[in-house]
């Protein structure tokens, strides 16, 4: 493709260097509204099959275990210091060989470093226990 500087003398018009766009802008659109025809409705509701009737009262108040992991990393069963982490995997242990397992509610303090925590989920994860969880996040929202 040339380009035309034109002449000082010239008598026909200079030509157009610029490539026309509008028919791109024409194409693009029709695929962008095409593109969007297509897209399926988003349904913002879960469909359950809900199970009929009541369902029957609980037998027995779950044992709840609570693990506090200090800003150190010093580790409290139920308010208890753990002096070591094989003390730690004894609880656990314990614990996960019962045949209803308490509920394991980890309650890390807002300062504490994050590998204190993973330790203590890994352990817990490692030796068997199936009902844990993290208590007291709201003071992590800022």
């Given at each position: 493709?040339?380009?035309?500087?034109?002449?000082?003398?010239?008598?026909?018009?200079?030509v157009?260097?610029?490539?026309?766009?509008?028919p791109?802008?024409?194409v693009?659109?029709v695929?962008?509204?095409?593109?969007i025809?297509?897209?399926?409705v988003?349904?913002h509701?879960?469909?359950?099959?809900?199970?009929?009737?009541?369902?029957?009262?609980?037998?027995?108040?779950?044992?709840?275990?609570?693990?506090?992991?200090?800003?150190?990393?010093?580790i409290?069963?139920?308010?208890e210091?753990?002096?070591?982490?094989?003390?730690l995997?004894?609880?656990?242990?314990?614990?996960?060989?019962?045949?209803d397992?308490?509920?394991?509610?980890?309650?890390?303090?807002?300062?504490v470093?994050?590998?204190?925590?993973?330790?203590?989920?890994?352990?817990?994860?490692?030796?068997g226990?199936?009902?844990l969880?993290?208590?007291?996040?709201?003071q992590?929202?800022?």
């Amino acid at each position: 493709m040339s380009m035309n500087l034109g002449s000082a003398g010239a008598s026909e018009p200079d030509v157009m260097v610029d490539m026309n766009t509008t028919p791109l802008i024409d194409v693009m659109l029709v695929l962008l509204i095409m593109l969007i025809i297509t897209i399926p409705v988003q349904l913002h509701s879960v469909n359950l099959n809900m199970p009929a009737g009541n369902p029957p009262p609980p037998t027995k108040e779950p044992v709840v275990v609570t693990i506090d992991i200090d800003f150190d990393g010093t580790i409290l069963w139920n308010g208890e210091t753990l002096g070591d982490r094989p003390a730690l995997q004894a609880k656990l242990r314990a614990a996960a060989a019962l045949p209803d397992q308490p509920e394991v509610h980890v309650r890390p303090n807002k300062l504490v470093e994050y590998k204190f925590v993973a330790e203590v989920l890994a352990e817990s994860q490692r030796l068997g226990v199936s009902k844990l969880g993290m208590v007291g996040n709201e003071q992590f929202v800022k």
